[in-house]
Structure formats: structure tokens, C-alpha cells
């Protein structure tokens, strides 16, 4: 039995560099794949949640948060969860130097530290024109896949 299969990154592959947007040529070349019965995979540093413009595309396998969650036709077939005792430390850091910290479980979630760097790099990585839900204490009750602390001065990710 053989499978063909493509794997695509997502921000400025799938999606155009500067808007974020899903080219209408990109939709077809994705239809046209899936009519030739090729499995297409979206491999992102993404979380899930940031993802469902894909699923409507009939894209169904999703290796999201840096390879931390991966997902085949809804159900999660790999995780990685940072440990707990790593992810306070980071947080403890992050507070201490008052960056700005963003979680990636299937969601995405940040401390609340907004700078204007911060969110112009949002947008350069993820398309982002808003800051996501602040969920300061997250890392304590969920199981986190990412973490990224950014960095106050220059708005980039440690």
C-alpha cells in the first residue's frame, strides 16, 4: 500500500506573508490535492485553535505548537507537554524582566504584558491584530505544548 503525502508550513506558505490571508490560488492547489487523494498536513507552530481556516479547506492532519499537538481527523495521535516546574520558571522569569509570555495549549493565551513590539510580531507570525485572551496563571491548570516569551525592547521571541 502506498500513501502520498504533502506537508505544508502555514504562515507565509499557505497563508500570504503580509495579510495572513489564504490566497485563492493556494485554495485550489489544496483542492486539487485532495482530489488526487494526497493527504495534506499543515505543520505549524500554531496552536489548534488558530488553525480552523485550514479545516475548511478539507485539511485534516495538523501538527500544531511546534510538533507539541498533532491531530489526524479530530482525534490528538501525539502531545508533549512542557513540564510544569519548567513552565513556572519561565513565568517567574517573564514576570521578573516584565515580558511579555504567550501559551500555546489548543488555544492561545498570553499574561497580559502588551507592548507594541509584541503585537507587531504577533502579526508578523501569526496574523494576529489583537492581543489574545489574557490568562496569567494558565500554565497551572492546563497542559501547555509552547511557550514563548517575548522580549520587551524589540518585540521578538526569545
Known sequence: MS???IFFDVDGTLT???SGEIPESTKR????????GIIIVAATGRPLSMCEELKELGIDVFITANGGYVTYQNEVIHK???SKAKVKELVEFSDSKQHALSFYTKGFHMNGVQEEGVLAALFETL???TYPDTHPSIYGRRNLFTLSVWNRRSGGSI
Open 3 to 5: 500513501c502520498k503525502i
Open 16 to 18: 500570504h506573508h503580509k
Open 29 to 36: 492547489a489544496i483542492s486539487l490535492l485532495r482530489n488526487l
Open 80 to 82: 508533549v507537554s512542557m
Open 127 to 129: 496574523s494576529l491584530q
